[in-house]
C-alpha cells in the first residue's frame, strides 16, 4: 500500500481502529521532524521531502500505479529516465520500426478527465501566455480561468517563500510542478500524483471565479504539495495550517468566501477548514509565532510546530474528523462515478478470455501469489483467467484489454528486432516479481498482475499517464535483459575515454568534498569515510555509485527507441524528481552525485531546458547551491562529467535486425 493511499484509508479506518492508526502516523511524522531539525542545524535547509529514506534497491521502478507505491527493487534504479544517445551507435544502417499501437494523444492532454500544465509552462507569476491560449483555444478553461490561475499561483509562490524564510524547519520553499488539473474531480483518481513526485493533482473547479476564491485556489496548491511530502491526507492538513498564521483578516475572509462557494466531495472538508478559522489565528507557531506571551496550556499538533491552546482542541479534533469524513466522501464519489459509468455485465469476462485467446497477446496474465493465470504459449486456457475476471466492471474489461495490448505490442517489437532474440539472459532471481509490470523469473516474459495493490485493474479505468508508463515500463524490463546480454556495451575504442572520465568525475567529487563547508563535512563524516575505506576515496566510490546505476541508464537509452515521444516523456517526469525524503542527511554526497546521474535523462532532448527543469522541480539548489557545497561551475563540471561517462555507451547496432527507432 502506498503511503497516499494510507491517506485515503484512514477515512475508511477511523470507525474501527483507525485511531490507533492515526497514533502511528503521528509518530512517524514526528520521526520527519526530527530530521528537519538534523537539517536545520545547517545553512538554509530546514524541510525533508517525506520519511522514508529509501536504499536505491528499495525503490520500485517508476512512481508505480503513479501514486507513491514503494517496494524492493531488483535493479538498482529503475525509477529512471529515458534518454537517447548524441553519439553514433555501432553496426548497421537505420530502418525503423513504427510503434506497433495507434499514437494517443498529446502529453498535454492525456484524457478528456484531465489536462497538464507542464512545469517548463510555468513562471512566478502563472501560465507562460502561449501556453494559456493554447488551452482556452482548446475550449478546455476560459480566460477568467487562467486569470484566476495565476493570481492563486503566484500567490502561493510569494507566501510559500515567506513562510519558508521564516519556518524553514516546517515549510518548503516554493517550488513548480507539472500541475495535474481534474476537470471532472468524479472521473479522476483523489489523492495521487499522476507523474510522481514532480506533479500536483488540483480540482479545475476551485480556480473558476464563481466556484472558489484567491485565497481557497492558492491553499490547493499548497495541499496538492504538501499531500505528495506527508502522503497522508490528515498528517498533510496538520502540516499546512500554520499556512493560516501568514493570513491578514482579509485573506482570511477571502477564503472563507471561497470555501462557500467550493462544490465536490471536499466541500465539506473546505467548510470544516474556513470554521476553524474562527480559533486558527489564536494558534501559536515555535517559529512563525513563538508563545512567549502565551496565557494556559498549549497542545502541539501532532508532527508539527504548531501549538493549539487546549481550549480549542475539541475544535482541532473535529477539523481532523470532518476532514478524513470529507476525503472518504470524495473516494467514495469517485467510486461510485465508476459503478454509474462502467457496471458489470455478464459477458465482460466471457469477451476479454476470448479476446486473449484470438489475439495472443505476448504477456504473462498473473493473479494472487504471481500465479500465472493465462499464458500467450497456451492462448485456448483461458478458464482460470475467465473465472478470475468474473465480476470485472465494462471499463475495467477495457482498461485491461489495452494494457495487455501495449504490453504484448512492446514485448513483440523488441524480441522481433533482435538477431538473437534467445541470446537474452534469464531474469536474475533479484527480480522483483510485482508492479505496474515485471519481467517473470522462470519465462523471461513481461507479466501484468491482476492483483497489484492500489491499483484496482478489476474494478477501475486506466489513470492519466498509466498506460504511456506501462508502455515504458515493458521496454524497460526488457532493456535491462538486453543490457545484461551488451546490446549496450561501452565500445573498445572508447575504453580509455571511458577510464579517464571515471578519474576526472573522481578527482572533481573528491575536491567537492575538500571545498565543502565544515558544518556539511562535519554532518557527513561517518559516510565519506565508509566510503573512503571501501574505495580509497569518497570521489572514486560515489563513481563507483554512479556505475553501478549505469545499467539503468543504458536500457532507458535501449528504450528509448521503441517508445513514443508522450510514453517517454511520461517516463522523464516521473523520474526526475526530489531525493531528499529517499537518502538520509549524511548522505549529502551520495544524493549529490545521484541527482548528477538522473539529471541525464533530461538532456537528450535538445528542445528542453534540461537545467531549468532540473532547479525548478527538485530543491537542488536549496540543497546544494544555497549551502555552498558547489558553486554553479562546479554543478556545470559535475554534470558535464557524469554526461560523458554516461555517452561513453552506445547501443551495438550489428545484435539488432533493424535499429529499433519508432517513426
Not at 120 to 128: C, N
Not at 215 to 227: C, D, N, S, T, V
Not at 275 to 288: D, S
Not at 564 to 589: D, I, M, S, W
Request: one cysteine or more; glycine letters at 8%.
Amino acid at each position: 500500500m502506498d503511503a497516499l493511499e494510507i491517506g485515503l484509508d484512514l477515512a475508511h479506518l477511523a470507525a474501527d481502529g483507525g485511531e490507533l492508526l492515526l497514533e502511528l502516523l503521528a509518530a512517524r511524522f514526528q520521526f520527519v521532524l526530527d530530521r528537519f531539525e538534523s537539517l536545520h542545524r545547517l545553512p538554509r535547509l530546514g524541510f525533508l521531502t517525506g520519511p522514508r529514506p529509501v536504499s536505491a534497491r528499495g525503490r520500485r521502478g517508476l512512481n508505480e500505479r503513479h501514486g507513491l507505491a514503494q517496494g524492493k527493487r531488483r535493479r538498482r534504479g529503475t525509477r529512471r529516465a529515458l534518454a537517447e544517445p548524441s553519439g553514433p551507435a555501432r553496426g548497421v544502417s537505420s530502418p525503423r520500426v513504427s510503434p506497433p499501437d495507434p499514437a494517443p494523444g498529446e502529453l498535454w492532454r492525456p484524457c478528456d478527465e484531465l489536462f497538464l500544465v507542464p512545469l517548463e509552462e510555468l513562471t512566478p507569476e502563472g501560465i507562460a501566455p502561449g501556453f494559456a491560449a493554447r488551452l482556452v483555444t482548446a475550449g478546455l478553461v476560459s480566460p477568467a480561468w487562467v486569470e484566476r490561475f495565476d493570481a492563486a499561483f503566484a500567490l502561493h509562490q510569494r507566501r510559500a517563500r515567506a513562510l519558508a524564510a521564516r519556518a524553514p524547519r516546517s515549510v518548503p520553499p516554493p517550488r513548480r510542478a507539472n500541475v495535474c488539473v481534474a476537470r471532472d474531480p468524479l472521473r479522476v483518481r483523489p489523492f495521487f500524483q499522476p507523474l510522481g513526485a514532480a506533479s500536483w493533482l488540483v480540482d479545475q473547479g476551485l480556480f473558476e471565479p464563481a466556484g472558489g476564491s484567491v485565497e481557497l485556489a492558492a491553499f490547493q496548491l499548497a495541499q496538492a504539495e504538501r499531500l505528495g511530502l506527508a502522503r497522508a491526507v490528515v498528517p498533510a492538513l496538520q502540516q499546512d495550517l500554520a499556512w493560516f498564521l501568514a493570513l491578514t483578516p482579509a485573506e482570511r475572509d477571502d477564503f472563507r468566501a471561497g470555501c462557500r462557494r467550493a462544490e465536490g466531495g471536499r466541500a465539506p472538508g473546505w467548510r470544516a477548514l474556513a470554521r476553524a478559522l474562527e480559533w486558527l489565528p489564536q494558534a501559536f507557531h515555535e517559529e512563525l509565532r513563538p508563545p512567549t506571551g502565551a496565557t494556559g496550556p498549549l497542545a502541539r499538533v501532532a508532527g508539527t510546530r504548531l501549538l493549539v491552546p487546549e481550549r480549542h482542541a475539541a475544535g482541532l479534533a473535529a477539523l481532523e474528523r470532518e476532514w478524513r469524513a470529507a476525503a472518504e466522501e470524495r473516494v467514495t464519489a469517485f467510486r461510485a462515478a465508476h459503478a454509474a459509468h462502467a457496471a458489470t455485465q455478464a459477458g465482460d469476462a466471457d469477451e476479454l478470455a476470448a479476446w486473449l485467446a484470438e489475439t495472443r497477446p505476448l504477456v504473462l496474465v498473473t493473479g494472487k501469489g504471481g500465479a500465472i493465470l493465462w499464458d500467450p504459449e497456451q492462448p485456448d486456457e483461458v478458464a482460470r483467467v475467465r473465472a478470475e475476471l468474473a465480476g470485472v466492471t465494462r471499463a475495467a474489461a477495457e482498461r485491461l484489454r489495452g494494457d495487455l495490448a501495449v504490453v504484448g505490442a512492446r514485448s513483440r517489437a523488441f524480441l522481433d528486432s533482435l538477431v538473437e532474440p534467445d541470446a537474452l539472459p534469464r531474469p536474475g532471481p533479484e527480480i522483483d516479481q510485482d508492479g505496474l509490470a515485471y519481467m517473470h523469473r522462470a519465462r523471461r516474459l513481461v507479466a501484468y498482475g491482476l492483483d497489484e495493490p492500489g491499483m484496482e485493474r478489476r474494478r477501475e479505468p486506466s489513470v492519466p499517464f498509466e498506460r504511456w508508463m506501462l508502455a515504458a515500463r515493458t521496454i524497460h524490463e526488457w532493456g535491462h535483459l538486453a543490457v545484461d546480454a551488451g546490446l549496450v556495451p561501452v565500445p573498445e575504442e572508447r575504453q580509455a575515454e571511458f577510464a579517464a572520465v571515471q578519474a576526472e568525475l573522481a578527482g572533481l567529487l573528491d575536491a567537492l568534498v575538500v571545498e565543502a563547508p565544515s558544518a556539511l563535512r562535519a554532518l557527513a563524516a561517518s559516510e565519506l569515510a565508509r566510503l573512503a575505506r571501501t574505495h580509497g576515496s569518497p570521489g572514486r566510490a560515489l563513481v563507483a555509485q554512479c556505475l553501478a546505476r549505469m545499467p539503468d541508464w543504458q536500457a532507458n537509452l535501449l528504450a528509448q527507441r521503441y517508445l513514443l515521444p508522450v510514453e517517454r516523456e511520461t517516463y522523464v517526469r516521473n523520474n526526475v524528481r526530489p531525493l531528499l525524503g529517499e537518502l538520509g542527511p549524511a548522505q549529502l554526497f551520495q544524493a549529490l552525485a545521484r541527482y548528477a546521474f538522473e539529471y541525464q535523462y533530461l538532456c537528450f532532448d535538445p528542445a528542453r531546458d534540461a537545467r531549468g527543469y532540473f532547479l525548478a522541480c527538485t530543491w537542488f539548489g536549496e540543497q546544494f547551491l544555497s549551502r555552498g557545497l558547489l558553486t554553479e561551475a562546479r554543478l556545470d563540471a559535475l554534470l558535464a562529467a557524469v554526461g560523458r561517462l554516461c555517452r561513453c555507451h552506445e547501443v551495438d547496432r550489428a545484435r539488432f535486425r533493424r535499429a529499433p527507432v519508432p517513426t
